[in-house]
C-alpha cells in the first residue's frame, strides 16, 4: 500500500512559469515532509520541508504548502528555470520516537522546463 | 567537506552471487539508511541502522543483510542476488534527530 502518492509521472512547463508539484498521503501519523530533487546519476539532495504544524514554508523560488485535512501536500517553483528539470520525490516521516530519518517516499514527479 | 560515498558506483553480477555494496560517511551521523530505486515505487527503505552495533529491518529488507561496526559505514549484502535485486541503491545518513537525510550518489546493481 503506497502511503505517499505522486499521480503525476511528468510534467512540463515554460522557463518563467510555475511548477506545481502534488502529494497524497495515506498515513494520519506523517508529521513531517519534505521534498527531494534528483538529477540522473546522482542521489537525491534535500530542497525543502514542512512540519505538520505550519502550512506553508518558503525558501527562494520554492514553497511547499500544506493541507492536513486533504492529507495533501504541494510544491510551488516560481519562476520555473531549465536547471529546474530533474525528478522530484515528495517524502514523509515521523519526526519523534524512534522514526528520525525513515522516510516514506512517493513515486517521483519528472519536472521539464523549456526554455 | 564532510560527504557520503558509495562504491562500486556500477555493479554486474550473476545470480545466487553474494555481493556487498559499500557506503561511507564522514558527517559522524549516527543514522545510516539504505534504499532502493525503482520505476514506479520512488525509494524503498531497506535497511536501516541509529548507531553501532544497531540494525533495523526496512519495508523491503528479504534477501539484504547490513552490519554497523563503526559509525562511518554501512556496507549493504546481498546474501544470494536475485533478479529482482536489480535496481539502484541508495545510502543516506542523519544527525542524531535528524529528519532530512543526505544521500550518495547511488550504485547501480544489475543481477543477470
Known amino acids: 500500500d503506497q502511503q505517499v502518492k505522486q499521480n503525476s509521472p511528468s510534467l512540463s512547463v515554460q522557463e518563467g512559469r510555475i511548477s506545481i508539484l502534488n502529494c497524497d498521503y495515506t498515513?494520519?501519523?506523517?508529521?513531517?515532509f519534505l521534498w527531494y530533487k534528483k538529477y540522473p546519476a546522482e542521489g537525491p539532495t534535500f530542497l525543502i520541508s514542512?512540519?505538520?504544524?505550519?502550512d506553508k514554508n518558503e525558501d527562494g523560488r520554492f514553497t511547499v504548502f500544506l493541507n492536513k485535512s486533504a492529507k495533501h501536500l504541494s510544491l510551488h517553483i516560481v519562476p520555473s528555470q531549465p536547471g529546474d528539470s530533474a525528478v522530484y520525490f515528495c517524502?514523509?516521516?515521523?519526526?519523534?520516537?524512534?522514526?528520525?530519518?525513515?522516510?516514506?517516499f512517493g513515486q517521483g514527479t519528472i519536472l521539464t522546463v523549456h526554455p | 567537506d564532510a560527504e557520503i560515498t558509495q562504491s562500486p558506483r556500477h555493479k554486474i553480477t550473476e545470480t545466487g552471487r553474494q555481493v556487498t555494496l559499500a557506503c561511507h560517511q564522514t558527517w559522524n551521523h549516527n543514522n545510516m539508511f539504505w534504499y532502493r530505486q525503482d520505476l514506479g515505487h520512488g525509494l524503498r527503505l531497506i535497511h536501516y541502522s541509529y548507531g553501532v552495533q544497531d540494525t533495523n529491518k526496512g519495508e523491503v529488507s528479504d534477501g539484504y543483510s547490513v552490519s554497523r561496526s563503526n559509525t562511518e559505514d554501512l556496507p549493504l549484502t546481498l546474501e544470494s542476488a536475485a533478479s529482482s535485486q536489480t535496481s539502484v541503491y541508495f545510502c543516506a545518513s542523519s544527525e542524531q534527530e535528524g529528519t532530512e537525510a543526505f544521500f550518495g550518489q547511488g550504485t547501480r546493481l544489475t543481477v543477470v
Open positions: 517524502a514523509a516521516s515521523t519526526a519523534g520516537g524512534t522514526s528520525y530519518g525513515k522516510l516514506t
Open positions: 514542512i512540519s505538520s504544524i505550519k
Open positions: 498515513n494520519s501519523m506523517f508529521d513531517y
